[in-house]
């Protein structure tokens, strides 16, 4: 049977803005107008509002040939609530606005929005605005999100002192793998369209780079055994890269262990099959979204063995220079190898 196509020229600007947002209902008490006027209001009720804007442009951040829109839509909404929560804020509005040619249909943009709306309701944010129109090169999204923190809940990167203990949520490096997988698969298919894509047993770095999720749980955490970070940064371009964020901007160098960067078995066993160094995939792969963070180090015994958190290092004098101690007790330089999209192909 063959699938419908609705011309997005058949329902215009306003009527493809309101076909694509109908039935949004507001979450957060904060949310006092939503999409339909000329602007969203929003009461903060003494608050200090944090926000944050990300980019996400076709052939640059994503590729649709092994990307479904559905997830794309998702992964757009949860990189920026990232940004929130890294600001130890709790994110309540997004708007969304994005650029989009004739090649893809109003059934296409319904996938987009599935994803986008299943990421509003699981993180419980607004979507309260945005705007369409048309490109002549692919997809582009720009999100938009706005949290909310009281003056002494936010924490910055600059915040760091001497003698702070590094920590990370979560593991590293399973994002970057992910798509290491997904291109060899690309490859594949262009040399052999007929062949079935080989995915089987790398469920975990998929989803990683596909589907990420924002640490939200980690900012609750944090709260219930009231340990409050010194500065904090989410790993989206790679440890070393944040490291260095956190550590040159409060005017400090950063000393991260090797042994002590935390890895997936999966992520470490397709590194090894990739003929990848997997230390460096965690170093500088990125997409992770996981929490970077420094505690001071008499908050250590709160979070000592906990599942959710390892120590990877400490802050140290400026002069003393970035360092990755490497597991044979020798020092290397920590250097920021991350994605950076203004590359030269």
Same mark, same amino acid.
């Given at each position: ?33 939503? @999409? ?5 209001? @929003? ?5 200090? %509002? ?26 757009? @909404?949860? %990189? ?16 969304? *606005?994005?650029?989009? *040619?004739n090649r893809f249909s109003v059934e296409a943009l319904d996938e987009l929005y599935r994803g986008i709306r299943k990421a509003c309701e699981i993180y419980k944010v607004d979507l309260v605005g945005g705007d369409t129109t048309s490109s002549t090169g692919g997809l582009t999204i720009s999100v938009t999100a706005l949290g909310l923190a009281s003056a002494e809940q936010i924490v910055k990167r600059s915040t760091a002192k001497k003698g702070d203990l590094i920590v990370v949520s979560g593991d590293l490096g399973g994002a970057y793998l992910g798509l290491q997988v997904l291109e ?42 009231? %340990? ?21 901007? *409060? #005017? ?33 792969? #990125? ?7 420094? @505690? ?16 990877? #290092? ?8 970035? *360092? %990755? ?12 190898? #991350? ?7």
């Open positions: 049977m063959e699938e419908q196509r609705t011309e997005i020229s058949s329902l215009g600007e306003f009527g493809l803005i309101k076909h694509l947002t109908k039935e949004l209902p507001l979450l957060n008490s904060e949310s006092k107008l939503g @999409i339909g006027d000329d602007a969203a209001v @929003i009461d903060p009720k003494g608050k200090q %509002v944090v926000v944050s804007t990300d980019l996400l442009t076709e052939g640059v951040h994503f590729d649709l040939m092994y990307t479904p829109l559905v997830h794309l839509g998702y992964k757009s @909404i949860v %990189v920026n609530l990232s940004d929130i929560y890294a600001m130890n804020a709790r994110p309540t509005q997004v708007t969304v *606005s994005i650029a989009v *040619s060899r698969e690309k490859e594949v298919y262009k040399s052999a369209p007929q062949a079935q894509p080989e995915l089987e047993g790398f469920n975990y770095i998929l989803e990683r780079q596909l589907k990420p999720e924002a640490r939200k749980d980690i900012i609750s955490h944090l709260a219930e055994i009231k %340990v409050m970070p010194t500065s904090m940064i989410d790993i989206s371009d790679g440890l070393a890269s944040e490291a260095l964020h956190l550590a040159t901007e *409060s #005017g400090l160098s950063a000393k991260i262990y090797e042994d002590k960067i935390p890895l997936d078995q999966q992520t470490f066993d397709v590194a090894r099959e990739f003929n990848l160094d997997p230390t460096m995939c965690a170093l500088s792969g #990125g997409e992770d979204y996981e929490l970077l963070m420094t @505690i001071t180090q008499d908050d250590y015994e709160k979070l000592k063995g906990d599942p959710h958190f390892t120590v990877i #290092g400490y802050m140290a004098e400026k002069d003393e220079g970035h *360092s %990755v101690i490497l597991k044979d007790g020798t020092n290397t330089p920590l250097q920021a190898q #991350g994605w950076n999209s203004f590359n030269e192909e």
